[in-house]
Structure formats: structure tokens, C-alpha cells
């Protein structure tokens, strides 16, 4: 490119009989103005063709991606006419280094903003299509993960930059590398927490809203934060658990439950007659039928398990198409009532504990 545009200037100087500089500098304005020309055309086909275009689509991901590339790649562009018009001056020859090593920082900058701005359209466009999904997504985790992009996007920059100025990186990535290992040994337990929350939000054992069981706490999940997690108990208090501890421990999460496995035990007196425990079954499974009860979805079974210590127990399991806890609670006693009225018209009695104790008479 320099040696078209020295030989450019050496026409136009014998041409118009000027002397050879004054011909330099009319060709860096003509490239100059020829790249002012193609960013502008550049600019136009963004604005009237592709915007135009990314409007019909469904999706309103690429109107965004677009707005906010537009004007870099026209900075882009300027930035290059500037350079190629300065660089065919003879005056800057001599300081050609330094004239090359500042437009490649500016390249690199510019490059790298633009890099960070269709990220965070990236990731603002995907948390909100999570919450138009009623999925709501910590305002602090998108923080911390756009500062690390951010931050990584920042370092490749900063490479970049040190290797335009031919500066060896093998000592600059042995240094990065020990500063990160002391930071990280120092902040052990701080970065733990963070890719917990990350772990979280990647895996989703369990999201905002979610009932969930750890170890002896059972409550709701209010808010996912980059260290720690808050649940609301049943007893209505806070608990705040960090996130490094919450994924190494087993949870129980009913939001996932699609329909819920009842298990239950009744026991009737040793003195039930045979035929009568014959009938129980029977009685079990015209009661708990889901063609009366609302949200049962299907029994299983009703089995005359054991012999008690103070029973003879049947056990039965159903299924209902529902997770809400109240609704679950509703059906079982209206399964309670209907068992003890039917038992009542049978006669049947109900166990509880009883205990005999025989004596002797002393001889």
C-alpha cells in the first residue's frame, strides 16, 4: 500500500510540478477521504439493508448485536484510512515503529470493545428470555459474569498490545501466572463460593421459588447470590448457606416433583375376624379411586403387610398428579374420613397401643 501510494505522489508531483511532499500530503488526503467514503457506504448498507433486514426477524437479538457494531466497524475503517494516509507521508517513515505500534493499539482497543458490547448483549438478551419464562436470574451473578468477560476480553487486549510493541510475553504470562496463583491461594474460599454460584446457575439443582429439603432444614429459595444462598424456612426465619457448602450436600427439591408417592399405614385390631380383613382391601380401593377423588392419579396398591406388636397392618401406596403440598394433605384426609366412616359401618376397629401383662399368682 505505501509503495502505490509513494508512487501515486511522485506522479502527482511531476504532474502538477510541485515538490515531492506536497504530493505525499495530497495522496494522504485522498486516502483519507476514500476511507471517510467506504465507512460512510459502510454505515448506509447497515442502516438501510441489514437493520432493515434483522427487523423481520422473530427474534430481536440480531437488531442488538448490529446496533451496537455498527459504529465500531465504521471507527474500525476511519481508523485504517487515517493510518494508511499518514503512513504514506516520507516525513513519518522514521518514526514508522511507533506509528504502527499506535494504530495497532487502537485497532486492538477497538476490536476489544466491540468484542465486550455483543456479549453483554448476549447475556442481557438470554437473562431476559429466562425471566419472560418467569426463570429469574441473580442481578448479581450477571454482574460478576460480565466483569469476567470483560476482565478476560481485558487481558487478551492487554496481550495484544505488549506483543505490538514486540515485547516477549513468556516473562509477562510466567508473572500473570504467579500473581494469579497468590491471588488465588488468598481468595481461596471467596472464588469457591463464585463458581458455586456458577455450578448453580449452570446445573439448576434448584432455582428462585423452588421448595427445597437440606439435611434438616426444609423452606424456599428467596435468592441466589455470588457467595451464598438464602432460604426462607417454614418456621418463617432466614437461612443463609454458602454456596460451596450447599452443592456438597444432598437436596431434595419438590419443585421437581411431577406427581407424589404416598405411602401409608393402617392397623386394625387382633380381634378382626378373617373374613373382615378379606374386605379391607376392597374398601381401600373404592375409597381411594381417582374417578372420586380429585387429584389422585392411581393406586398402586393395598397389601396386608405384618403382624404388629399391637396390629395387623395393611400397608397402601397411591400416586397423586400433583406437588402442592396442601392439596396432597387435603386428599389424604378425605381419605382418613372415608376410611374411618367404612371401618365404622363394618365394624372394623382401629388399633392403638395396647399391652397386656399377665400375673402370677406367688406360690
Known sequence: MNDIATDLANAISKELGIPQYMG????????????????????????????????????KLDDLIIENIKMPIYLLILIAGIYFAVASLSIIKKYAFYVDSFFKVAEILLIAFAITRVLNVLIGWYAEKRERKGKEISKHLLFVLKKMI??????????????????????????LGIGGLAIGLAMQNILSDIFSAFTIYFDRPFEVGDFIIIGE???????????????????????????????????????????????????????????????????????????????????????????????????????????????????????????????????????????????????
Do not use: C
Not at 477521504?33 to 434483522?54: D, M
Not at 505490538?164 to 513468556?170: T, Y
Open 24 to 59: 505525499e500530503i495530497i495522496v494522504s488526503i485522498l486516502i483519507f477521504l476514500v476511507a471517510i467514503i467506504i465507512g460512510w457506504i459502510v454505515y448506509i448498507i447497515f442502516e438501510r439493508y441489514v437493520k432493515r433486514l434483522a427487523e423481520k426477524t422473530k427474534t
Open 150 to 175: 470483560q476482565g478476560t476480553i481485558a487481558l487478551f487486549a492487554f496481550l495484544a498490545i505488549l506483543s505490538a510493541f514486540h515485547i516477549d510475553l513468556s516473562s509477562v504470562v510466567v508473572g
Open 217 to 363: 432444614y426444609m423452606g424456599t429459595v428467596k435468592k441466589i447470590g455470588i457467595k451464598s444462598t438464602r432460604i426462607e424456612l417454614l418456621q418463617g426465619e432466614e437461612l443463609v448457606v454458602s454456596n460451596r457448602e450447599l452443592i456438597n450436600r444432598e437436596i431434595r427439591n419438590f419443585k421437581k416433583m411431577r406427581r407424589r408417592r404416598v405411602v401409608f399405614t393402617i392397623g386394625v385390631t387382633y380381634d378382626t375376624p378373617l373374613e373382615k380383613l378379606k374386605k379391607i382391601p376392597e374398601i381401600i380401593k373404592d375409597i381411594i379411586d381417582p374417578e372420586k377423588l380429585q387429584y389422585v392419579d392411581q393406586l398402586e396398591r393395598v397389601h396386608f403387610k405384618e403382624f404388629g406388636p399391637y396390629s395387623l397392618n395393611f400397608e397402601i401406596v397411591y400416586y397423586l398428579k400433583t406437588k402442592d403440598y396442601i392439596k396432597y394433605m387435603d386428599t389424604q384426609q378425605e381419605i382418613n374420613f372415608r376410611i374411618k366412616e367404612a371401618f365404622e359401618k363394618e365394624g372394623i376397629e382401629m388399633a392403638f397401643p395396647t399391652q397386656t401383662i399377665y400375673l402370677g399368682k406367688q406360690q
